[in-house]
């Protein structure tokens, strides 16, 4: 396995995440399908070389400019997942606030449909309670 064809898949790897950083920050979802799934192929490509034998070919710089990539794909796929995470908690939050008031408004009537607040139970104004 030549060095250049395991190198260039790691740096596209690496631009692949970076693109999906910028489309989960951008909100753009339908870049970061477009990205994962040709980071699934790129994975894939990886897994149809012998590494460790091919490793063993390598020059010393060879093997540094590798192990650096890796470690950059490494950190910047870890920022993606932090990203990711963070974005489904807003999400989370989001949809419990929309559900919280949705709730609300469901308890204000009964199976019918029917408003079932007695007239009683709302605040009046102090205008009305003037009248």
Request: aromatic share 4%.
């Amino acid at each position: 396995m030549e060095y250049k064809k395991i190198a260039d898949t790691y740096s596209e790897i690496k631009e692949k995440l970076l693109i999906k950083k910028d489309a989960v920050i951008k909100k753009n979802l339908e870049l970061l399908q477009k990205t994962d799934e040709e980071l699934l192929v790129l994975c894939e490509q990886l897994k149809t070389f012998d590494i460790k034998e091919a490793f063993k070919n390598f020059s010393q710089t060879e093997k540094i400019h590798l192990k650096d990539l890796a470690k950059e794909i490494k950190t910047i796929e870890n920022n993606n997942e932090i990203l990711i995470k963070h974005s489904l908690d807003v999400i989370n939050e989001l949809m419990s606030g929309i559900l919280n008031i949705a709730k609300k408004d469901i308890q204000t009537y009964n199976q019918k449909g029917e408003n079932c607040l007695e007239i009683d139970d709302l605040d009046t104004s102090s205008i009305t309670e003037e009248a």
